[in-house]
C-alpha cells in the first residue's frame, strides 16, 4: 500500500494547501477581520440586546475583505491603544463582506461606500448625527485614521451621556 487514501480525491501533497488555507480563514475570524483580536467583537445579532443590557452604544465597523480603504485602516484600529481603551464602553460589531447588519439599507445613511463606521445608541437605534465631523456632505461616516474614529467615540458618549457603572 501507498499510503495515499483512495477516498481523498487530491494528491498527498494538495491536503498542505488546503490545511493552509483553512487555518487561514480561521485565523482571519479570529483576528477580528484585521481589526484586532483585543477588541471584544460581537455579532450584529448580539448586539442590540448587549447593548441594552450592558448600557452601551454600539459601534458598527461595515467593511469588506477586498476593499483597499478597508485594508489600510485595519492596522490603524488594531494598533490603536487609545480606541481599544474606549471601546470598552461599547458594543463592538465587525460585520466584514456579506455579514449582517452590511445588507441593511437602513445603514446606507449617506452611501453604501466602504468602510463605513455607524454608531447606535443604547436601544440599538441608529444615530446618524454621531459621524466624522471633518469630512463634507459625503462619507460622513469614513474615517481614514483611528484618531477621527476617537473624537467621534468620544462624542457618541458625551451625546448620548452614557452612565458607566463603575
Request: aromatic share 10%.
Amino acid at each position: 500500500s501507498s499510503g495515499i487514501n483512495a477516498e481523498w480525491p487530491l494528491r498527498p501533497g494538495d491536503r498542505l494547501v488546503v490545511l493552509s488555507l483553512t487555518l487561514l480563514s480561521v485565523g482571519a475570524n479570529l483576528s477580528g477581520g484585521g481589526f484586532g483580536n483585543q477588541y471584544a467583537w460581537v455579532s450584529w445579532s448580539e448586539a442590540r440586546t448587549l447593548a441594552s443590557q450592558q448600557n452601551k452604544p454600539v459601534m458598527v465597523i461595515l467593511h469588506k475583505t477586498w476593499c483597499g480603504a478597508c485594508k489600510r485602516l485595519k492596522p490603524l484600529v488594531a494598533g490603536s491603544k487609545a480606541m481599544l481603551e474606549l471601546s470598552d464602553k461599547f458594543v463592538m460589531v465587525n460585520a466584514e463582506d456579506d455579514e449582517a447588519p452590511g445588507d441593511d439599507p437602513s445603514f446606507n445613511i449617506d452611501g453604501g461606500y466602504i468602510p463605513r463606521i455607524i454608531f447606535l445608541d443604547t436601544t440599538g437605534t441608529i444615530r446618524p448625527e454621531f459621524s466624522n465631523k471633518r469630512r463634507g456632505e459625503k462619507y460622513q461616516y469614513f474615517y481614514p485614521s483611528s484618531d477621527e474614529i476617537l473624537i467621534t467615540m468620544d462624542n457618541v458618549l458625551a451625546g448620548l451621556e452614557v452612565k458607566q457603572e463603575l
